[in-house]
């Protein structure tokens, strides 16, 4: 079975500071993993993924996560939070086999101050 | 393209109602499948499908039928609502008959109330 675990449901940072999201995988054959981004009562949107290519990975709006074998981690991170960014954010994993759907982690909600 | 449109937005159904949310995507995606979104939990897939007449189960069936007549639509329907069943819907697709490393597309939602 895979799983998604997200540190923190709540994350709060100061506009122009780091951004760091951090979700820890398992699985037992190597993953693809994903961020999704949810505004206030939207969808959810691709920000990146990763599927083996490159370990560091660049997405959407200035964000990037870097696979990490040896600590299941992927792990999301922007140098400098603007206020567009708080929303919701949510890491998934997926196989090759069986369902093929994305497994969620529980979501972070990053908040952005002024 | 419209990408994966579902209605309707919200709905509010009385314990034992029946009805159905509606998902229809525009991008000749094979694969479809429907998420729940409830605080704290994430998504959790309820049913999906790999093609037209193909459908199965995910982690949290009970309660819920689907079908698949055509490409397009994936139509999902509570058979009898309980208040449980009280949560956002969102409808998702992607390209290669559900490959991994696909990009699913997710609809805008169909929020949910069950009195």
């Known amino acids: 079975a895979q799983s998604v675990t997200q540190l923190g449901s709540h994350v709060s940072v100061s506009e122009g500071a780091l951004v760091l999201l951090r979700c820890n995988y398992s699985s037992s054959v190597p993953p693809y993993l994903f961020w999704y981004v949810q505004y206030p009562n939207q969808g959810l949107q691709l920000l990146l993924k990763y599927t083996s290519a490159a370990t560091l990975v660049k997405g959407i709006n200035g964000f990037e996560a870097e696979f990490k074998k040896s600590e299941t981690s992927f792990h999301l991170t922007k140098p400098s939070a603007h206020m567009s960014d708080a929303a919701e954010y949510f890491c998934a994993v997926s196989r090759d086999t069986g369902r093929r759907a994305l497994t969620f982690g529980s979501g972070t909600r990053l908040q952005v101050q002024p | 393209n419209a990408g994966v449109t579902q209605t309707p937005k919200f709905q509010v159904l009385k314990t034992g109602q029946s009805m159905t949310l509606q998902c229809a995507q525009d991008?000749?995606?094979?694969?479809m499948s429907w998420y729940r979104q409830d605080p704290g939990m994430g998504l959790r897939l309820i049913h999906y499908s790999v093609g037209a007449g193909i459908t199965d189960q995910g982690e949290v069936p009970n309660g819920y039928n689907v079908s698949r007549s055509t490409t397009e639509d994936f139509p999902l329907r509570l058979l009898s609502a309980a208040p449980s069943q009280t949560s956002v819907y969102f409808c998702a697709s992607s390209y290669r008959g559900g490959g991994a490393s696909d990009t699913q597309y997710f609809g805008p939602g169909t929020r949910l109330t069950v009195l």
């Open positions: 991008m000749n995606h094979e694969y």
